[in-house]
């Protein structure tokens, strides 16, 4: 079977900087990350070289502020770095939005005196963050937690269980959401925790069925005390500053999304062209052709959306509708087309020998993350018709 290599995507990007960037990242997911993906998912192995040589690179902070070690990016052109990234592998995508997310509350929320101690290292340093705020009782009621953050003199004593914590026990810092307060919304407050501070610790990996290389743990809080100087925002302040890091990071999820779909698009193009029955290339049967041509046009339909919030979002102006509506069609989409994927490659699509087959199990999980998609139609709903009756 003839191989086909596909071709990059036309990306409209706003600068020369922008274009060398990209071509930067493609770069290094040809070399670095994409040849080991398969074997390495299949393995469980998480990349934390790759990590290392995106932060040398600079690509662990592009949306911050370069005074702290970012990027100066737009939004838009770290979400097109973000889809590459996870064409080539989700486990490096997802980390890097999830680091990003990991970032958001002290970069947005941070005193100065706390931005020049810890983003520097955050964004460029070669560390890896984590985004606490699920638990096990309390995954999309998010002001349903009940980790607990306690005055003790000048510290304070977090003590309880998150769950569903991507990067969970490799992290070198935690973004963590606890109840300082009273019931309800008003009552969280939010901390930076080392990963090495004592009382800290991780549970077993959850085994799962994609995203196999991307550990995803339970982390558990025992009295483990933190210094006022790493509350971040003020006490109160926490759900707020929880859900306007979700905003972007749903966006983040988009794109990713996306760029697996993408990978699973060409991987179907290719096979439909080089694959012949009956004395025809596949690609050739009517029934056939229009699968590859709804997929490519969710893709783009999808790409389209979450630019667009994107923009809105470097605009300064509101876009929290418009990133709920990004990651719940783009995640679907992708589902759809891995799912499209896997048919047109039929049998072998259904085996390891092809990637197709883990695009799809990856793909679910978009679905789930950061706001399941029910959660993305009530954002949405919300928006459109205000909040629902008591």
């Known amino acids: 079977m003839p191989d086909r290599a596909p071709q990059p995507v036309d990306r409209q990007l706003p600068t020369d900087e922008a274009r060398d960037l990209i071509s930067l990242v493609r770069d290094i997911a040809q070399r670095e990350i994409a040849p080991k993906a398969a074997e390495e998912e299949d393995a469980g192995h998480f990349p934390r070289e790759v990590f290392t040589l995106l932060s040398e690179s600079g690509l662990l902070g592009l949306p911050y502020d370069s005074e702290y070690g970012g990027g100066d990016q737009p939004y838009e052109v770290y979400l097109h770095v973000l889809e590459e990234l996870a064409a080539a592998r989700l486990t490096v995508g997802l980390g890097v939005s999830v680091h990003s997310l990991s970032c958001h509350a002290l970069a947005h929320y941070g005193t100065k005196e706390q931005q020049v101690e810890h983003l520097p290292a955050m964004l460029g340093g070669g560390l890896l963050g984590a985004y606490c705020l699920s638990e096990p009782s309390s995954g999309s009621d998010a002001a349903g937690m009940r980790t607990k953050a306690v005055r003790d003199g000048d510290d304070w004593l977090l003590t309880g269980t998150k769950a569903w914590i991507t990067h969970g026990g490799i992290a070198d810092f935690y973004a963590v959401f606890a109840r300082s307060g009273g019931e309800g919304t008003r009552g969280i407050t ?13 549970a077993v990996p959850e085994k799962k069925m994609g995203l196999k290389g991307s550990p995803t743990a339970q982390i558990h809080l025992d009295g483990v005390r933190i210094s006022d100087d790493r509350r971040i925002g003020d006490e109160g302040q926490g759900f707020a500053i929880a859900l306007s890091a979700l905003d972007s990071g749903r966006l983040g999820i988009a794109a990713c999304a996306i760029g697996v779909a ?6 179907a193009v290719a096979y439909a062209t080089g694959r012949e029955q009956f004395g025809r290339r596949i690609a050739d049967f009517q029934g056939l052709r229009f699968m590859l041509a709804d997929m490519a046009t969710q893709i783009e339909a999808g790409r389209a959306l979450y630019l667009a919030a994107a923009r809105l979002r470097d605009a300064g102006r509101p876009f929290s509708k418009q990133a709920a509506m990004a990651k719940l069609l783009c995640t679907d989409a992708a589902m759809k087309v891995t799912t499209d994927a896997v048919q047109v490659l039929g049998g072998y699509g259904y085996t390891a020998d092809f990637p197709v087959e883990r695009y799809m199990r990856e793909a679910k999980v978009l679905q789930i993350v950061e ?20």
């Open 190 to 202: 939010a901390f930076l925790v080392p990963g090495d501070a004592e009382g800290l610790s991780a």
């Open 262 to 267: 993408q990978a699973a698009l060409d991987e």
């Open 371 to 390: 706001g399941t998609n029910q959660i993305q139609r009530m954002v949405i709903a919300r928006h459109l018709a205000g909040p629902e009756s008591r």
